[in-house]
Structures are given as structure tokens and as C-alpha cells.
């Protein structure tokens, strides 16, 4: 297993490095995403500006704590950029020019290979930045205790928020295996990302509860500073780390039964 693990440890290394030159060798273009992420952050500091200025309060949490959960979104959103999304729109491209036949070919996992080849490293940048800034501030804001415990708990929620984001965000692309055109499924995964960057406690009770146990997108942005808050204990962090496990178990058999019914562009 440790020899698996650094073997793909090592091949994801080398994604990072040839994405970086390739990314380098076109400086102008790096500049520009980060121009373009960088105003589209600044829309949302508006926002967040907004908030202060009402000093809107959502379950009795106050604008500094709400930071908290802003924060947290903007963070996972860089990640979900730089890791996921390029890789996520090419699969369907891959199917449908047979991009994939090759990557069949290749001695690892396919899996692997068709989501996270390409690594974008300059949109996620500005709002990975800019998230932490705004979580620390929260943090700092609401007194809550910076200890290795707080740390600790903080960090393995956001490695579940990871998860969990990877899973939902390409259940469009596994669509994309059966059928065509699979950009409304898209959409309809963005446009639900873009609606939780607030505390879940602002949706009625049967949605939160959809949000929760059946579709966990309520889980990216809101376990995290809920455990800060202390209104999530170990316990149910525990719990989001196996239940974020299970949904990666459950898209890698999603996967493989895609896989199968795969028609070659050479067949």
C-alpha cells in the first residue's frame, strides 16, 4: 500500500511540475486569471461588506462568526478551481473524441488519470489567500482558542470538505459516460456550490436534512466552522470523515460501472 501510495504521490508531483511550465511558459495568461479571479473575489468582499454593514446575524451567529463560513466556501472554492474543475469539464471532451482510449492504456489508474491530470495554479491563488485571511479573522474575532486540538479538527474537516466536493463535482462528468450533453447537470451542481456559502440554518429543516445526509453539501462549508463554533464535537466529525469515505468508495464503483459500459471511439 505505501509503495501505491508513493508511486501516485510522485505521478500527481510531476501533474504539478508540467502544469507549472506549461502554465509558465504563457506568463501573460497566468496574469490574467489571476486578474480575473481577483475581481470576481472582490464582488464577493462587497458581499461580505453587505453583511457587516445590516450586522446580520443567522442563528445567533454575528457577521464576524458568519466569516467563519464565508471564508470556508472561498477556500474549498479555490481548491474545487485549481484541482477539480479543468479536470471535471475535459472527461466528457475525452469520451467524446476517444481521448480516453489512450489513457486506458496507461499502467494506473484511470480514475486518476482523467481527474486530476491538469492542476490550475494561479485562479485558485486569490481565493485560497483571501479565505484564510477572512477564517482567520473570524477565528480571531469570536475568541475561539487557537490549539492543536481546534487545529487539528479544523484541518480534517476541510480535508472531508475536499472530499466530499470532489465526489459531487463529478458526478456530471460520470453522467457524461451515458449521456451527451450533460451541461445542465453541470449548472445545476454550480449553481448549488454557489448557494452554501452561508450556515445551513437559514434553509428550512427538510432541506438541511437533504443537504446533510443524502446530497452532504451542507457538509464543504458548514462542519468546519461549526466545530470552531463548538456546535460540532468530535463525534460527528468522526462521523463526516467515514461518511466522506463512503461517498469517495461509492464514486470509485460509480466509476468503474461507467467505465464498462464505455464504448471506444475505435470500436
Not at 230 to 239: F, N, V
Request: glycine share 8%.
Amino acid at each position: 500500500m505505501y509503495r501505491v501510495l508513493r508511486k501516485y504521490a510522485h505521478l500527481y508531483g510531476m501533474f504539478i511540475k508540467n502544469c507549472l511550465i506549461a502554465q509558465m511558459e504563457f506568463r501573460g495568461n497566468f496574469m490574467m486569471s489571476l486578474l480575473v479571479e481577483s475581481v470576481y473575489l472582490l464582488a464577493k468582499l462587497l458581499y461580505v461588506l453587505v453583511v457587516f454593514r445590516t450586522d446580520l446575524h443567522v442563528d445567533g451567529i454575528p457577521p464576524e462568526g458568519l466569516l467563519l463560513f464565508i471564508g470556508m466556501h472561498t477556500v474549498v472554492t479555490g481548491m474545487y478551481v485549481g484541482l477539480f474543475f479543468t479536470n471535471f469539464t475535459k472527461i466528457p471532451e475525452y469520451i467524446k473524441d476517444g481521448s480516453l482510449d489512450l489513457m486506458l492504456t496507461k499502467p494506473v489508474s484511470l480514475q486518476f488519470m482523467a481527474s486530476l491530470r491538469y492542476v490550475d495554479l494561479a485562479l485558485p491563488i486569490p481565493d485560497i489567500l483571501v479565505g484564510l485571511v477572512m477564517i482567520g479573522i473570524g477565528w480571531h474575532a469570536m475568541d475561539i482558542p487557537l490549539t492543536l486540538l481546534q487545529l487539528a479538527g479544523f484541518m480534517l474537516l476541510l480535508f472531508v470538505s475536499v472530499v466530499i466536493t470532489y465526489c459531487l463535482m463529478i458526478i456530471p462528468a460520470l453522467l457524461s459516460f451515458r449521456f451527451v450533453q450533460t451541461g445542465s447537470a453541470s449548472e445545476i451542481a454550480h449553481s448549488a456550490w454557489d448557494a452554501n456559502n452561508f450556515p445551513m440554518a437559514i434553509y428550512p429543516t427538510w432541506v438541511r436534512r437533504i443537504g446533510t445526509f443524502i446530497i452532504p453539501l451542507f457538509l464543504i462549508t458548514n462542519f468546519g466552522p461549526m466545530f470552531l463554533l463548538g456546535q460540532l464535537g468530535w463525534l460527528y466529525t468522526g462521523l463526516a470523515l467515514v461518511g466522506s469515505l463512503i461517498f469517495f468508495t461509492a464514486i470509485r464503483v460509480f466509476w468503474k460501472q461507467a467505465v464498462k459500459g464505455y464504448s471506444s471511439a475505435s470500436s
